[in-house]
């Protein structure tokens, strides 16, 4: 959602997402992201009408996601073909979601 109202007082879409992630695989008590340290129109991730850029793709969110579930390290671009757009340094492992995974 976006952080300012709109012409009926509400909020209007945006593009981030919350994630929760349950089972006993989950390596669970983390939040993995970044959240915006600064919420004004001067933030660095804040654009107009206060709609926040996210700081990880629905690819990086997926892709750990794909490997736990079998998907070779190697194929992973054909579930999440955007995921070259986005820095290596950033992404999710599996390993950091996922309890034992040896990949």
């Known amino acids: ?3 300012k109202p709109n ?3 509400g909020t209007d879409h945006a593009w ?3 994630y929760m ?3 006993g695989a989950v390596s669970g008590g983390k939040i993995v992201g970044k959240y915006p340290e600064v919420l004004t129109d001067d933030g660095p991730e804040i654009i ?3 709609r926040i850029i996210p700081t990880l793709s629905w690819d990086e969110i997926i892709a750990p996601i794909a490997e736990w579930a079998g998907v070779s390290h190697g194929s992973v ?3 999440c073909p955007n995921i070259d ?3 290596e ?3 999710i492992k599996a390993s950091d979601l996922f309890v034992d995974f040896t990949g």
């Open 7 to 9: 012409g009926g007082g």
């Open 21 to 23: 992630m349950m089972g």
């Open 1 to 3: 959602r976006s952080l």
């Open 89 to 91: 340094s950033q992404r």
């Open 77 to 79: 671009k054909e579930v």
């Open 85 to 87: 757009n986005f820095p």
């Open 48 to 50: 107009e009408r206060g």
């Open 16 to 18: 981030g997402g919350n």
